[in-house]
Structure formats: C-alpha cells, structure tokens
C-alpha cells in the first residue's frame, strides 16, 4: 500500500504537468486559401446524354478548371488532432457544343458546399508538418443550361443536385510562430450525381492559418557575446 500510495503522489504532478502542455496545444483558429481546382467534364458522359435524345455531337469545347477557395474555422484538439468546419467554393465548369440536327448548346455547373473534416499533423521539423484529413461534405452542383434555337435537348435541365459526400486530403503547414502558419494542401472531393460532371474534383490551394490567443513572437534570437578585453600591455 505504501508503494502505491507513493507511486500516486510522485504520478499526480507528472499528469498534471501532461494536462497543463496539452492544453496550450488547444484552441481555435480561422484560416483561407485560395487554389485551383479540376473538376472532371465529362466528354462522354455529356455526349451520352445527347445520343441517347436523338442529337449527334460535333464539336464540344470544355474547360473543367477553375479559380477555387475555402474559408475555414478549426479546433486544435491537441498537438496532433484538429477538427474544421469550412466552406468551399470549387468554382465553375463550362461546355459549349455544336449538335446535329442543328443546334448549338451550353452548359455550366458550379459547384460550392461545406465541409467537417478531422485533420491528423504529424511533425517532420520544428516547424513544418505533414498533414492528412478526412471529413465529410454537404456540397450542391448548380446546373445550367441555355440553348440556340430554343428547343429541348433532351433531359438538360437546370438543376442543383445537393447531397452528403467524402472528401480527403493532404498537404504541409509551416509554423512561422506559434500563431501564424502557411499551408499546401491537395483535397479530393467526393461529388453529387450531375449530368456534367464526372462523380469527384481536386484543388490544390495555398493559404493562412492563424491560431486565436496564441503568441505571435519571433523566434528569440541568441545574445551577442560581449568583447573579449584586450589584453594588458
């Protein structure tokens, strides 16, 4: 019982001293960042589409990339686990295409949502990280559709599917200090069932994170030694 009982008393402080270090390991923060993303127009999906309604595809021009970016709200769990909530915007994808019988036809679909991710750093420095995530989505594909001469084209209709999906990612972060940090990051997202797109989007970003009530002092700087004296003559 003796033992034990030390055991407890000299055990207490050390745990205690763990909880006090991984509290300062917790808190929020906000952060942005801004990219590009590729979002996958399908070709034969959208010529698909129209084959199926009697039209035959001539030509078809896409661009499925775009300017993209996140605004993002965190918790810092630990020194190791954080969760954030964000929001998405991937940017828009366009298709303009020339049918036979005749007509000319374009497409676009935006895509935006939000998203509850677990992030997972792991240290490779002092100051620059890995990071992995995982997490899981409310995202909508607005669909729209115009038409010359103004006749059907089949089941093309506005639309703006919206659904839960999954999404991951990974990337660095540098610490500049223990407020302010830089990130890279790569996010595949998991997208609804659209009649442009293929089923999943990418961007790769840049962007700040900067930790609330944190420090945001440089790293000390080493004192200069003073002179040696010269020597008496």
């Known amino acids: 019982i003796k033992n034990a009982l030390t055991a407890c008393i000299v055990s207490t402080p050390l745990l205690f001293a763990g909880s006090f270090a991984l509290a300062q390991d917790t808190g929020f923060y906000g952060g942005a960042s801004v990219g590009e993303s590729y979002g996958r127009l399908s070709r034969a999906e959208v010529a698909e589409t129209f084959e199926a309604n009697g039209r035959q595809v001539r030509m078809l021009d896409k661009t499925d990339e775009d300017t993209a970016g996140k605004l993002l709200l965190g918790y810092d769990i630990n020194e190791i686990f954080a969760a954030e909530f964000s929001y998405f915007n991937l940017g828009s994808y366009e298709f303009n295409t020339t049918l036979a019988p005749a007509q000319n036809m ?39 559709f115009s038409r010359f001469p103004v006749t059907p084209a089949g089941s093309f209709d506005d639309r703006t599917p919206r659904e839960f999906e999954g999404k991951a990612g990974f990337g660095l972060e540098y610490d500049f200090n223990d407020a302010l940090s830089a990130r890279a990051e790569l996010e595949y997202f998991k997208l609804p069932s659209s009649q442009m797109l293929g089923d999943s989007a990418h961007m790769a970003s840049v962007g700040l994170v900067y930790r609330f009530g944190r420090s945001a002092a440089p790293a000390p700087v080493a004192a200069t030694p003073p002179p040696t004296p010269a020597p008496r003559p």
């Open 106 to 144: 374009r497409g676009r679909a935006s895509v935006e949502g939000f998203g509850l991710d677990l992030v997972t750093k792991m240290p490779i420095t002092d100051n620059l990280s890995a990071l992995l995530r995982a997490g899981v989505t409310r995202t909508s594909v607005t669909q729209s």
